[in-house]
């Protein structure tokens, strides 16, 4: 569930896309309106009239704005010992290694499993480049399942071998050895192997959860060494390997479960790297144990962040661990520690305007270079390759393209919570900070399950900052950006603390001059929304200084078969706010402005939307039109424009 909150928005959605509904305009589906002296039919034919003008309005400007950056670099492109492989969410295409893309080969197309999965959401090639193994999504639905397709000889256009149902994740041991996991009602709990012979499929189950807190998930070391089990909770962790060289062989446990014990595995020359929290304070460090003993008595310490910054990923290359850290206001690093000693660590600063970092997808790759993604929300991705043999991190592709961009600044704030803790901020924005008065402000917010804000390129969030926006990223606690402890201090009983983060990030750009209320925005996806709610409806103090009316506008976006968040709860929700909206208007008159509440019931159980580019270009639309028609921001920027 997505939830945006402003002045006078408050909208409240499933994801950052929604599903279009077929022959109805998703507006009507219905609209709550209370204390007003127009009926409820009257104001709905008339809002959703000036939504559906500027709807129209922005799809057509979201279309300029995606070819605009329709050549930006993705992380769709991997390698194999002979080819190098594309895929577009629809098909998967191959070519010889050093020859012309316009010799590119389909080899998959998801419409070859039919039953209206369509969308490929997980591709694993095997060692020797002799199978493909993809994971394909149902439309509207979490349902996925995995198809196996052979790669030897001449490829025609065919189905697929083998079609696993239920299937999340995956890998390949051997060229005819995969391990899966399946999924049941949003939970995974069983492992399979399935070997493939030349005369028949033998499929066997080798690991079963049984506790149902934990989620079971396979992966694969990055030299292809290692097949891993990795079972997980919210408050520990548990790792099974199988060796690719034994691939029939059942599961290796290389350590038991405990209370507050996380760690993760990697492998290189017979030595298990280890990222686990038995750091200072409950954060992750790195250690290293031999493969033939695995268990925490063996785990030797290696390396620990330097003191204001925490770990973030890790990659393993041959000798060299490669870290993405974070610092204490959210900027992005990379360091890099020998494996061999004398251990040597060099920190290598990326661009001020780095605030996300995307892995490049790896196949069967030279295990020498590790090559990953940069992006801002604003900023189009540039690749960046580190090189283990050279010791250098350099830029992989001509960036002068982006020349022609408006400069924008990205400044780093932090903000002083209630009980005194700073929480950092990242301002993203065009004009001056001293210029920001009268810029309509839009907020970003998350702050669940130790995970950070989502700060990739958006082409939505480029054009809002080149209408005048400024983008504010609230690094709140309960989210990952500052690591374990910060996860820890905002989740379960301290809930509350993200929310008084967040009404600190509020306060604190305000009185810095940037926005006002009435022009404040803020949005949320999923459990996000929890704080983003908490936020508007019991700060009543904080709402009376953030928005000029007694309560926002509300737009709430379900969907009729979403198991993660029950439709049930959400007509219990706007109930209640139409109820809060009646006392409200009827303890300041019939002058007061009265907001609206509208629910946006739209078909299907996916949780995440659509992920048809024209389905969610629409989505996209649709929230725009909300939001600038809430704002009243569409003078402003058809003014600027005239000017320029």
């Known amino acids: 569930m997505n939830l945006i909150s402003s002045s006078c928005l408050l909208l409240l959605r499933s994801f950052s896309r929604n599903i279009h509904r077929r022959n109805t305009h998703p507006f009507i589906s219905r609209l709550y309106t209370e204390g007003s002296s127009q009926t409820t039919v009257e104001l709905s034919k008339a809002q959703l009239q000036k939504l559906r003008v500027q709807e129209q309005r922005f799809k057509r400007r979201l279309h300029s704005v995606h070819r605009k950056f329709s050549v930006v670099p993705e992380n769709s492109e991997f390698q194999g010992q002979h080819h190098v492989y594309f895929e577009d969410g629809k098909g998967i295409y191959r070519s010889p290694l050093g020859h012309d893309e316009q010799e590119m080969l389909e080899v998959f197309n998801a419409d070859w499993g039919g039953g209206g999965y369509g969308t490929i959401q997980r591709v694993r090639l095997s060692p020797s480049e002799t199978m493909l193994a993809v994971a394909v999504k149902k439309d509207h639905h979490e349902e996925t399942r995995c198809m196996l397709v052979p790669l030897g000889g001449v490829i025609h256009c065919q189905k697929a071998l083998l079609v696993l149902d239920n299937v999340l994740s995956f890998e390949w041991a051997t060229d005819d050895v995969l391990y899966y996991s399946t999924q049941e009602t949003l939970r995974c709990l069983c492992v399979f192997r399935l070997h493939l012979s030349d005369s028949d499929v033998e499929t066997t189950l080798v690991y079963k959860e049984k506790d149902p807190e934990f989620f079971v998930e396979v992966s694969r070391s990055r030299d292809q060494r290692l097949v891993t089990i990795n079972c997980s909770s919210k408050i520990s962790s548990e790792v099974w390997f199988v060796d690719s060289k034994t691939p029939l062989s059942f599961p290796t446990l290389i350590q038991s479960r405990q209370p507050g014990l996380l760690y993760h595995v990697e492998h290189s020359d017979n030595y298990l790297f280890i990222l686990a929290n038995t750091g200072a304070n409950q954060e992750y460090q790195l250690l290293r144990a031999p493969l033939a003993s695995p ?232 459990a996000g929304a929890v704080l983003a709610g908490a936020l508007c409806n019991h700060n009543p103090q904080l709402l009376k200084a953030v928005i000029l009316q007694l309560y926002p506008s509300m737009l709430i976006t379900a969907y009729s078969e979403d198991h993660r968040v029950p439709l049930s709860g959400i007509m219990k929700y706007v109930e209640r706010l139409k109820k809060a909206i009646q006392v409200c208007t009827t303890r300041d008159g019939v002058n007061a402005r009265v907001p609206v509440v509208i629910l946006d019931l739209q078909p299907g159980g996916d949780h995440f939307g659509p992920e048809d580019f024209h389905l969610s270009l629409n989505e996209s639309a649709r929230q725009l039109a909300f939001l600038y028609t809430e704002l009243d921001h569409q003078k402003t920027t058809e003014t600027k424009r005239k000017v320029k």
């Open 295 to 526: 268990t925490m008595p063996h785990w030797v310490p290696l390396f620990s962040a330097v003191p204001g910054t925490v770990i973030k990923d890790m990659e393993l290359l041959q000798d060299l661990c490669v870290f993405t850290v974070k610092d204490s206001q959210c900027r992005l690093q990379i360091q890099t520690l020998s494996t061999q000693e004398p251990y040597q660590l060099n920190t290598h600063q990326l661009p001020h305007w780095a605030c996300d970092l995307s892995p490049q997808r790896v196949g069967t790759v030279d295990r020498g270079s590790f090559g990953f993604l940069l992006s801002s929300p604003v900023h189009p991705p540039v690749r960046y390759l580190y090189s283990s043999r050279e010791q250098k991190l350099s830029v992989t592709e001509d960036t002068t393209k982006y020349i022609s961009l408006t400069e924008f600044n990205t400044t780093r704030l932090q903000a002083a919570s209630q009980d005194g803790t700073m929480v950092p901020l990242t301002l993203l924005h065009m004009p001056a900070l001293s210029e920001l008065h009268k810029a309509p402000l839009l907020l970003h917010v998350y702050g669940a399950y130790g995970v950070d804000l989502n700060m990739a390129f958006s082409p939505e969030k480029r054009m809002l900052m080149e209408d005048g926006w400024a983008l504010a990223y609230c690094h709140v606690r309960g989210g990952g950006e500052r690591g374990l402890a910060w996860h820890r201090a905002g989740s379960v009983l301290q809930k509350r603390r993200g929310v008084e983060d967040l009404a600190a990030c509020i306060q604190t750009l305000h009185h810095l001059g940037v926005s006002h209320p009435a022009l404040t925005a803020l949005t949320a996806r999923s």
